[in-house]
């Protein structure tokens, strides 16, 4: 039985080229844009004084690109995107409302690809900032 996950396989003459997942790296995908994958953020407790004053809230991760933004509790940051492993988000008092705990992710949003079997954007996992 011939199993299909990731991997797609295209038939030239007699050779079949086995083909990565569709994504980015993948030619083939057009301007289909991968999820993004958040490992850290940086600080991860801040008092809501420094709320008040806005800080910078930094992300490490892999796979992010120009569209890329932070967002914490369904609020999108505003994001400058350094490279596809670091990214600085600006977070305020309009974004935080009063001390607590919140959920941090980075979004991607989709591409425009229209190719089959080529998925596009999303959400990273899930960290948590604290307020204090």
Partial sequence: MLRLHTTSF???GAVILALPACNTLNP???SSRPSPVLSAISPTTVSYSDV???FTLNAT???FVASSVAVIDSVQLATDVTSSTILKATVG???IKAPG???VWVYTPAGNSGNLGCSSGG???KTTLTVN
Avoid: A, M
């Fill in 52 to 54: 008040q004053n806005t």
């Fill in 61 to 63: 991760g892999s796979r």
């Fill in 101 to 103: 705990t919140f959920q």
């Fill in 93 to 95: 008092p309009t974004d």
């Fill in 10 to 12: 295209v038939v030239l």
């Fill in 28 to 30: 083939l995908c057009g």
């Fill in 123 to 125: 959400n990273s996992s």
